[in-house]
């Protein structure tokens, strides 16, 4: 079963992991502390256009993974505004209550619901597992024991993804009848369960066995198959993370979207 997808390198690709995983994580604790609408619209709007040139997927892919977040940008929004709390009053029906304030505040959690996903969207798909482990290792001394054995658990993930569909065809095979709704949940818990978790025991038992026979557990210098530096485009990305904050700032404060600049007061 083939779970790659075809994926057309960009700049983004080639920014160190460990260093763009610090920058993102950075810039995710800063939105936190933005409390003002327009800044929050500039930069979902930066970083859509980020995602939407820089990650090298196809439209389709694209598209698929932003609509869940999408879903949660509404969900959330709708929630804070449908039950929020405010003087200006625009609709009251019951516990259903609609103030100016609880509008804008229900837009900014849902702006930055996507501002992270956006955040997260770029790392995940601009950044190849093995890669941010191997720059963990090199250039933030992360243990190989530590590293490899996340390594060997991704690669689990598909394996037993695989094993649940071979498993599948073989209960069909076998003539095992399907049932439906709350009968189905129950029979692949009874009849999937145990022989998943008996193998991935068994694979994360041999696992640990070769991990220790080829010593890493051993705090020693390692030669490393891939080479993982810094490089010109740590630059740009940083500089284009900085310019997104900047313009998203004095946009905000030149050419604002809304009149209220704090949705705490």
Partial sequence: MQWSLQVNETWLHRVNPSFKLIAIVLLFVAVLFIHNI????????????????????????????????????????VTMILFGKGDTTWFQLGIVHISEESFYRGVHIGLRALVFAFLGLLFALTTKP???????????????????????????????????????????????????????IIQKVTLYSIPLLSQSIRRAHRIAVAMEAKKFSQQKNRTYYYQVEYSKNDVIFTTVLLMVLLISFVSATFFPYFSITDVRY
């Fill in 38 to 77: 327009n800044v929050l619209v500039n930069m979902t709007l930066f970083m859509l256009l980020l995602y939407i040139t820089s990650t090298g997927h196809s439209w389709k892919v694209k598209v698929v993974l932003l609509l869940p977040f999408t879903i949660l940008f509404f969900s959330s929004a």
């Fill in 130 to 184: 093995v890669l941010l482990f191997y720059s963990l290792m090199q250039q933030w001394k992360l243990p190989p024991k530590y590293a490899y054995s996340f390594l060997a658990s991704i690669r689990l993930l598909p394996i037993m993804v695989e094993e649940f569909f071979t498993l599948q065809k073989a209960l069909k095979v076998r003539g095992i009848k399907q049932e439906k709704g709350m009968k189905a």
